[in-house]
């Protein structure tokens, strides 16, 4: 089991910045980490994957302003820079021992990000 607690969602102008947390209750190096976001009237997008095994992947609609990084066991950070209207959302992290597409196990609760023009 993993519990996961995300904050550090604001309202913000555009192009300002934002870094989002996730913490853990157990460390994560052994699982697969992901930030995702979900906009009203819209699907669940995944921004980044962290890879257990070390690389990350990054959205097209992030890459060069997004960067997710694990600084310790339990604590994930997304830094968010350059933010655009259309980056407004709930984002979640998550965690899982296995890839399988969208389906992960554990989620957080989200924390909201608003831009505005």
């Known amino acids: 089991q993993v519990q996961l607690v995300e904050s550090g969602g604001a309202s913000v102008q555009a192009g300002g910045s934002l870094r989002l947390s996730c913490v853990a209750s157990?460390?994560?190096?052994?699982?697969?980490m992901g930030w995702f976001r979900q906009a009203p009237g819209k699907e669940r997008e995944g921004v980044a994957i962290m890879y257990s095994y070390g690389p990350t992947t990054y959205a097209d609609s992030v890459k060069g302003r997004f960067i997710a990084s694990r600084t310790n066991a339990n604590t994930l950070y997304l830094q968010m820079n350059s933010l655009k209207p259309e980056d407004t959302a709930m984002y979640y992290c998550?965690?899982?021992?296995?890839?399988?597409?969208?389906?992960?196990?554990?989620w957080g609760q989200g924390t909201q990000v608003t831009v505005s023009s």
């Open positions: 998550a965690a899982d021992d296995t890839i399988r597409g969208s389906v992960w196990t554990y």
């Open positions: 157990r460390s994560t190096y052994d699982y697969h």
